[in-house]
């Protein structure tokens, strides 16, 4: 055997050796720390990563099991929220958006019985549990609604308008204007799509031809079908928004991480910088340089 061919032979298999003990060095690093490419959802898509609700086929009274999410995808696991986390698992109460009644004029209103209202803790403002022969449903409370009360629906338009009651649910086109009005269909048959937290409240402003606009809490105004179904009324727990948590353990209660508490200096990019007021400053008149004027009397005869 040839010198040179014996180097190559040499040489080769201290490379294999060389490049067989680098695969398994890194074959035992963790996953964890090798790149992998993740594409995060998109936020605000109709997706809130905080709970999944274990709905069932058909509609029932009965309470939904949730999954907390706590901000993760439930697809890939990543944190995609980061100010969620913690909180109470609550039951979830299948609200039923759509009113049903009749739409002839000549029948009557469907009349419901409310049985009870009382605190969802997936929502902020209250629950109503009402029935009418064998037919349970839920729905949002609104302001005044109490055990008792009877709630009217209509899906007909009379030529001149109704005088509804807190709770009923009636078209657009049948309201009165200046009419409060809260779980408003976006278009018709959709469902209650719009004012849903608690304590808020949309207005009837005008008709225009077949549209009806309203009025939003934010001052934005929408112009909507006439057929598009609403409920009477304000809805409850007006004192959501200003009740104060009270502790921070109150806030994870409610599914809110904590913020880092990292004190920042207001420099006043983004606003008004915040100085202490100036100490009192005491003014002399001998310290300054104004003098009194002198005075000079003219002799007259109406100084006699």
């Not at 490049?19 to 074959?27: C, E, L």
């Not at 657009?172 to 200046?178: D, K, R, W, Y």
């Not at 959501?240 to 904590?258: D, I």
């Amino acid at each position: 055997m040839s010198t040179t061919m014996l180097a190559c032979r040499v040489f080769g298999q201290k490379v294999s050796n060389f490049v067989g003990s680098t695969i398994s060095v890194f074959s035992q690093v963790p996953r964890r720390y090798r790149w992998k490419l993740v594409k995060y959802p998109e936020i605000g898509r109709g997706k809130a990563f905080r709970r999944i609700v274990h709905f069932k086929d058909e509609y029932t009274v009965e309470p939904l099991k949730i999954t907390n999410l706590a901000g993760r995808d439930p697809a890939t696991g990543r944190v995609v929220v980061k100010g969620i986390g913690g909180g109470i698992k609550h039951k979830y109460h299948w609200i039923k958006w759509i009113r049903d009644g009749p739409k002839d004029l000549n029948e009557p209103p469907k009349e419901e019985k409310v049985l009870e209202v009382f605190k969802d803790g997936c929502r902020t403002c209250f629950v109503a549990l009402v029935g009418t022969g064998r037919e349970l449903k839920y729905i949002l409370a609104t302001e005044n609604m109490k055990p008792g009360d009877i709630i009217r629906t209509h899906l007909g338009i009379p030529r001149n308008p109704v005088r509804p009651s807190e709770g009923d649910a009636y078209p657009l086109g049948a309201l009165p204007i200046g009419t409060q009005v809260n779980c408003i269909e976006k278009y018709p048959g959709m469902g209650g799509f719009l004012i849903h937290a608690a304590g808020t409240v949309a207005t009837v402003l005008k008709r225009d031809g077949d549209r009806v606009i309203i009025q939003m809490p934010k001052r934005k105004t929408f112009s909507l079908h006439e057929t598009c179904m609403a409920t009477v009324g304000r809805l409850s727990n007006i004192e959501h928004a200003s009740t104060p948590v009270g502790s921070a353990q109150k806030n994870r209660e409610l599914g809110n991480r904590p913020r880092s508490g990292l004190w920042q200096r207001k420099t006043g990019r983004f606003g008004r910088k915040i100085r202490p007021p100036p100490k009192v400053k005491r003014i002399n008149e001998s310290d300054g340089p104004y003098k009194h004027p002198e005075v000079i009397v003219l002799n007259s005869i109406h100084n006699i």
